[in-house]
């Protein structure tokens, strides 16, 4: 089972870019990265999701280097709503989520 | 329209007492999910279903099990509530194969057992 470790939480202002890292040593060749954010009293939300290189959507980066052993989730210019719980996922989106796991998370408080 | 959703919200019970939650997902998702999400806000996997199977985690006790009447519903059922129990449950529904798209969450029961 591929673990994830990210920083246990992370301050910012607003207007600022977050680079949020996740490391990730023993991916596994189909394993994809994914990212989700969570506020509280709701359930995790769908972010972003790569295999390597770069993925941008309109919300976030996901930047992946060549050995897929870490990534980085980049959030630019955020707000005071961007302040939630960040997890870094990696898994096998075949393997019917038993094997990706969910780990603590990185909890981001954005400040004015 | 709610794409994933669960009640009751909050569920307060006591000792004991057997207990349901529902889950509805009108993604038209082939397989759905059971988390526990504790106080230390780790989301484990308990239940994972599709219309062919069903995979338990072995960690999760017999107390629990998920019932699914059909395709866009996974129910869970618990037996005999124990202290321990109480945390927030989530459902989840994902179509595997459209990896891009991950899962898609409830907004989770918070379980109480007093």
């Known amino acids: 089972l591929a673990k994830t470790t990210q920083p246990i939480s992370m301050d910012s202002y607003e207007g600022q870019e977050v680079n949020i890292t996740c490391s990730h040593n023993n991916i596994a060749t189909n394993d994809y990265i994914t990212w989700y954010q969570q506020f509280p009293s709701q359930g995790p939300r769908f972010i972003i999701q790569g295999y390597k290189t770069k993925v941008t959507n309109e919300v976030a980066s996901l930047f992946i280097p060549a050995d897929r052993k870490s990534s980085t989730l980049s959030l630019p210019r955020v707000s005071l709503s961007d302040t939630a719980v960040y997890y870094c996922l990696v898994g096998d989106p075949l393997d019917g989520g038993f094997k990706t796991i969910f780990g603590a998370g990185t909890r981001l408080f954005v400040k004015a | 329209d709610t794409a994933v959703s669960q009640t009751p919200k909050y569920l307060v019970t006591q000792m004991g007492n057997d207990k349901s939650i529902k889950c509805e997902q009108n993604l038209g998702h082939d397989t759905m999910y059971w988390y526990k999400q504790d106080s230390k806000k780790f989301l484990k996997i308990m239940f994972s279903?599709?219309?062919?199977?069903?995979?338990i985690n072995e960690t999760v006790p017999n107390r629990f099990s998920p019932k699914s009447p059909d395709k866009a519903h996974l129910n869970l059922h618990i037996n005999s509530l124990e202290l321990g129990d109480s945390a927030v449950y989530f459902c989840a529904s994902s179509r595997p194969g459209q990896s891009r798209y991950g899962y898609t969450f409830g907004s989770g029961t918070r379980l109480t057992v007093v």
């Open positions: 279903y599709n219309n062919k199977e069903l995979i």
